[in-house]
């Protein structure tokens, strides 16, 4: 049974920061392209920042220079360093896993980040 559970969201004031791990189990970590999606209230869910399995990443530009993501594939976990935390970066944040060649694709629950002004 392939599981993506994530942690590390909460509250913190505009500024801030926090670290975000997604733990993946039931899938060869490594084969696995892992993403970071949010979804703000009332808005689609959109991509923060993803990482292939050869270790080249790319965020969205309303993160860029603040948002680091990063693996540990010996832990199969992901990790998303949010620095400079914005109001707008409140959302649900979302760990995304897919394996392009073989076209499997995963998602958490996603962890609550509430950034206030």
């Known amino acids: 049974q392939v599981q993506l559970v994530e942690s590390g969201g909460g509250l913190v004031q505009a500024g801030g920061s926090l670290r975000l791990s997604c733990a993946a189990s039931?899938?060869?970590?490594?084969?696995?392209?892992m993403g970071w999606y949010r979804q703000a209230p009332g808005k689609q869910r959109d991509v923060v920042a993803g990482?292939?399995?050869?270790?080249?990443?790319d965020y969205a530009d309303s993160v860029k220079g603040r948002f680091t993501i990063s693996r540990d594939n010996a832990k199969n976990t992901v990790y998303l360093q949010m620095n400079s935390l914005k109001p707008e970066d409140t959302a649900v944040y979302y760990c995304?896993?897919?394996?392009?060649?073989?076209?499997?694709?995963?998602w958490g629950k996603g962890t609550l980040v509430t950034v206030s002004s």
């Open positions: 995304n896993a897919v394996d392009v060649l073989r076209g499997t694709d995963y």
């Open positions: 039931g899938i060869i970590f490594s084969r696995y392209r």
């Open positions: 990482m292939s399995n050869y270790g080249s990443t």
